[in-house]
Antibody, heavy 125, light 110 residues
Framework: EVQLVDSGGGLVQPGGSLRLSCAASGFAVDNNFMTWVRQAPGKGLEWVSVIYTSGSAYYADSVKGRFTISRHSSENTLFLQMNSLRTEDTALYYC???????????????????WGQGTLVTVSP | QSALTQPASVSGSPGQSITISCSGGYYDIGDYNYVSWYQQHPGKAPKLIIYDVRHRPSGVSSRFSGSKSGVTASLTISGLQADDEADYYCSSYTTITAFWVFGGGTKLTV
């Protein structure tokens, strides 16, 4: 059974850092495109970052240069290192898996098929 | 402001059908059949209910269906049930960034 368990959230002051973790089971994070998606309180979903099976990583403009996505193969865990945090980064952070490709020319599906339960990050003075 | 536009709320009575729209542009919904829909109950993680415009994952009720016309995608829920009351989000791949965007969400009241 596929499962994602998010952890690492908490209260941090502006300018501080946090490291989120997402422990996966039932599949290998190395073999899938993995993403982080966040949801500010009472707001909608916002894509934050993706790491490809190749290891290439990409970010939304709002977090570029401050956040770093990574993975640890032996622990089968995805991470999000968040530095220089701002009050607007306050949100529930979900890790999610991109599903299998549905076209022969794609490397991944373009839909998030499994989600963690989320971990809350609060940035406040 | 979300890249994809959804109505803030829709409502329906048990047994009825409702449709939620998701409007985008040429570089996302208009250009690819990579629209997905997610259901989110309060305090829960989003759940995938439609992918690639109209495909349902295993285990998702056939009461949920998706479609697309031009730059607008739609989610239809037939035979509304009390448990369908939730927030619904659309998403699409976009060539503007080569990543994924979400709609602002629609609250369904049954």
């Amino acid at each position: 059974e596929v499962q994602l368990v998010d952890s690492g959230g908490g209260l941090v002051q502006p300018g501080g850092s946090l490291r989120l973790s997402c422990a996966a089971s039932g599949f290998a994070v190395d073999n899938n495109f993995m993403t982080w998606v966040r949801q500010a309180p009472g707001k909608g979903l916002e894509w934050v970052s993706v790491i490809y099976t190749s290891g290439s990583a990409y970010y939304a403009d709002s977090v570029k240069g401050r956040f770093t996505i990574s993975r640890h193969s032996s622990e089968n865990t995805l991470f999000l290192q968040m530095n220089s945090l701002r009050t607007e980064d306050t949100a529930l952070y979900y890790c999610a898996r991109l599903g299998p490709p549905t076209n022969y020319h794609d490397s991944t599906g373009n839909y998030h098929d499994y989600w963690g339960q989320g971990t809350l990050v609060t940035v406040s003075p | 402001q979300s890249a994809l536009t959804q109505p803030a709320s829709v409502s329906g009575s048990p047994g009825q059908s409702i449709t939620i729209s998701c409007s985008g542009g040429y570089y996302d919904i208009g250009d690819y059949n990579y629209v997905s829909w997610y259901q989110q109950h309060p305090g829960k993680a989003p759940k995938l209910i439609i992918y690639d415009v109209r495909h349902r994952p295993s285990g998702v009720s056939s009461r949920f269906s998706g479609s697309k016309s031009g730059v607008t995608a739609s989610l239809t829920i037939s035979g509304l049930q009390a448990d369908d009351e939730a927030d619904y989000y659309c998403s699409s791949y976009t060539t503007i960034t080569a990543f994924w965007v979400f709609g602002g969400g629609t609250k369904l009241t049954v």
